[in-house]
C-alpha cells in the first residue's frame, strides 16, 4: 500500500482553473486538498480571498524593486512591509521575491544577468534587511531562481547556483530559497543532486514539468525520484505546483499528487 506523501502539497490559483474567477480557482483548489499560492496581491480583492477559508502558501512578497540598486532597493524594501500586512491577513507564511520586479510577460523590470561584485554586496544587504522584518514579523522571504532561456531573459541573479550563493552568504532562517525545478530544468539541470545541495537553505520546492511548464508527468522530469531524493534528505515542507493544466486541472493535480506520493 502506498504510504501519503510526507509532503505539504500546494498549487498555483494563477495557473489553474483559469475560466474561474480568483476566489472561485481558490475555493477548488482548497476543496481538492492542496494549499494555495497566489502572485501580485494587490490584483485581488483581499477580503474575498479571506473568506475562502483556505489555506496560502505563498504569495509574491514585493510589487517594485531589485535586490541589487540602491535606489530599486529601497523600493522593494517599502512594498516588502506593505506585503507583510497582507501576508498577515490571508495567514501566508512566505513571501516571493526575484532578483528584480517582473512585467506581465515575466521580463525583468530592470534587466542586468551580468552581476558586478557591488552588485552582490548589495543584494546580500538588501536580503539582510529583509530578514530583519521577517523575524520581526515571522515571516520568510524566499528568492526564486527563474531561467533565463525561456521565460525571463535578463533576470539579475536568476540561476540556482546564484539563489544558493547569495542565500547561504547570508546565512539567515527568515531568508530562504524558493527552489523552483521547472526553472532548473530549462537553465542547468541535475536536479536531485541540486535539491540536496540547496536542502539546509531551502524554503519551498516549486515544481512544473519541461517543456510546457504543466504537471509532473506531462514531460521529460521523473518527478518520483524527485520527490524519493527529497524524503531522503529529510524534507518536510511544502511542494507546490506552479504550472499549467496540459488538460482537465482537476486530473492535473491528481498527477501532481501521485507523483510526490512514496
Not at 125 to 146: I, K, P, S, W
Request: with cysteine.
Amino acid at each position: 500500500m502506498m504510504e501519503p506523501t510526507p509532503f505539504t502539497l500546494a498549487a498555483c490559483a494563477e495557473m489553474l482553473f483559469r475560466g474561474l474567477p480568483i476566489t472561485e480557482r481558490v475555493k477548488r483548489i482548497d476543496a481538492l486538498g492542496f494549499q494555495v499560492e497566489i502572485w501580485d496581491w494587490s490584483r485581488h480583492d483581499l477580503k474575498s480571498l479571506a473568506a475562502t477559508g483556505a489555506t496560502f502558501s505563498s504569495m509574491t512578497g514585493y510589487l517594485e524593486g531589485t535586490l541589487a540598486d540602491k535606489d530599486g532597493a529601497e523600493r522593494l524594501v517599502e512594498t516588502a512591509r506593505a506585503s507583510i500586512a497582507v501576508a498577515k491577513e490571508l495567514g501566508i507564511p512566505r513571501l516571493n521575491l526575484h532578483g528584480t520586479g517582473l512585467d506581465g510577460q515575466g521580463l525583468p523590470i530592470k534587466a542586468g544577468a551580468e552581476m558586478t561584485g557591488p552588485m552582490w554586496i548589495t543584494a546580500a544587504d538588501t536580503l539582510n534587511r529583509l530578514a530583519d522584518l521577517g523575524q520581526q514579523h515571522d515571516v520568510t522571504f524566499v528568492l526564486e531562481n527563474l531561467n533565463t532561456a525561456v521565460d525571463h531573459p535578463g533576470v539579475p541573479f536568476a540561476r540556482a547556483e546564484d539563489v544558493l550563493a547569495l542565500v547561504a552568504s547570508v546565512d539567515r532562517p527568515e531568508v530562504r530559497i524558493m527552489l523552483d525545478l521547472y526553472h532548473a530544468q530549462v537553465g542547468e539541470g541535475n536536479l536531485v543532486e541540486l535539491v540536496r545541495r540547496c536542502a539546509p537553505y531551502t524554503g519551498e520546492i516549486q515544481v512544473a514539468d519541461v517543456p510546457g511548464r504543466c504537471e509532473p508527468g506531462s514531460g521529460e522530469i521523473h518527478y518520483p525520484a524527485i520527490a524519493r531524493a527529497l524524503n531522503e534528505i529529510g524534507y518536510r515542507g511544502t511542494v507546490g505546483l506552479e504550472g499549467w493544466a496540459s488538460g482537465d486541472d482537476e486530473l492535473a493535480l491528481a498527477r501532481f499528487r501521485d507523483a510526490f506520493t512514496l
